[in-house]
Nanobody
Framework: QVQLVESGGGLVQAGGSLRLSCAAS????????MGWYRQAPGKQRELVATITRGGSTNYADSVKGRFTISRDNAKNTVSLQMNSLKPEDTAVYYC?????????????????WGQGIQVTVSS
């Protein structure tokens, strides 16, 4: 089994900062891409940022220059530093990872999601 557990959400005023973290645990052989997604009330889930195992990053236009994604391959963690937060950043944020896990004598690749964590930005 593999689990992704997010932490670091909460309530912050506009212009403030938050740092989200996500830790993957379980029978992990390797992790490919990791990322953050978010879903606001009444809206579809959208990509926020992704990072490859080698450190290449991709950001949604709405967060470029304000958010920074990073990862620690040794610890199987991914973080999202969010600065200059806006009320429109309010959403449930989900960690996601493309994970290869050990299963007996073989490996299986699958996508995993965290349970989500609330970020609320007040105006």
């Amino acid at each position: 089994q593999v689990q992704l557990v997010e932490s670091g959400g909460g309530l912050v005023q506009a212009g403030g900062s938050l740092r989200l973290s996500c830790a993957a645990s379980g029978s992990i052989f390797s992790i490919n891409d990791m990322g953050w997604y978010r879903q606001a009330p009444g809206k579809q889930r959208e990509l926020v940022a992704t990072i490859t195992r080698g450190g290449s990053t991709n950001y949604a236009d709405s967060v470029k220059g304000r958010f920074t994604i990073s990862r620690d391959n040794a610890k199987n963690t991914v973080s999202l530093q969010m600065n200059s937060l806006k009320p429109e950043d309010t959403a449930v944020y989900y960690c996601a990872a493309d994970i290869i896990r050990r299963v007996v004598l073989t490996t299986i690749r699958d996508d995993y999601w965290g349970q989500g964590i609330q970020v609320t930005v007040s105006s």
